[in-house]
C-alpha cells in the first residue's frame, strides 16, 4: 500500500509538468495558425485588389470609328506620360502616370487632329466613375493643335497602382486649379456630338 502511495505522487508530478507545457504548445500553435493565417488574408487581400485592378475595363465608345475595351495591361504598353501635380486637397505633390486622354481617343478614332473644325468643334467628351460621377470636356480641349492640356489617364500614382477608391483607372487634369474634372474610379469615355439647332 505504502509503495503504491509513493508512486502516486511522482505520476502526479510529471503530469503537473506535462500539463504545464500544455497550455504553453497550445498557444504557441494557435499563434503560428493565426499569423500564418493573417498572411494568406493579406496576400488574398493583395491579390483580389490586383485582380480587380487587372479584371477592369475602360470602355472608349460613342462617335468613334474603333470603340476600345482597355485593360491596365493593355494601358501599359501604350506611350506613358508622367505628371507631377499638387493635390489641392492636402497640398502634396502626387506623381501620376498613364496614356494621354488624347492618345486615346486617337486609338478610337476620335481625335481628327488638323481636320477639328466646323461641327466637331460641338462635340464633347463625357467621361464617367464606377459611382455615376460624371465630368464633360469639350473634344477642341484634349487636342494638343489646339490646347496643350495633359490631361491623362493614369493607372498608377507615385509608382504604384491605384487603390481601390482611386482607380484602377483616374483621369488626371493637372492644369485646373481645382479637380472637379479628376474622375476617380473612371469606367468609361464616351464622345458625344452636339446635336444641330
Not at 455615376?132 to 497602382?161: H, K, P
Amino acid at each position: 500500500m505504502s509503495e503504491f502511495h509513493s508512486a502516486e505522487p511522482k505520476a502526479q508530478t510529471v503530469g503537473r509538468g506535462a500539463g504545464a507545457w500544455v497550455p504553453l504548445l497550445f498557444t504557441a500553435i494557435v499563434g503560428l495558425f493565426l499569423s500564418a493565417a493573417a498572411g494568406v488574408r493579406a496576400q488574398t487581400a493583395q491579390g483580389t485588389v490586383s485582380a480587380a485592378a487587372s479584371a477592369a475595363e475602360l470602355r472608349i465608345g460613342g462617335e468613334v470609328s474603333t470603340p476600345l475595351v482597355l485593360t491596365v495591361a493593355d494601358l501599359k504598353k501604350m506611350p506613358r506620360k508622367t505628371l507631377s501635380v499638387v493635390n489641392p486637397h492636402d497640398q502634396k505633390t502626387e506623381t501620376y502616370e498613364g496614356v494621354l486622354l488624347e492618345e486615346l481617343l486617337k486609338k478610337a478614332g476620335a481625335a481628327p487632329g488638323e481636320k477639328m473644325r466646323g461641327t466637331l468643334m460641338a462635340t464633347y467628351v463625357l467621361a464617367e466613375a464606377e459611382d455615376g460621377y460624371r465630368v464633360v470636356f469639350s473634344l477642341a480641349e484634349l487636342d494638343s493643335g489646339i490646347l496643350d492640356s495633359d490631361i491623362i489617364v493614369a493607372d498608377t500614382m507615385n509608382g504604384e497602382a491605384l487603390a481601390a477608391k482611386q482607380g484602377p483607372f483616374r483621369l488626371v487634369a493637372p492644369r485646373e486649379k481645382r479637380p472637379a474634372r479628376w474622375v476617380r474610379m473612371l469606367k468609361s469615355i464616351t464622345v458625344v456630338r452636339a446635336p444641330a439647332q
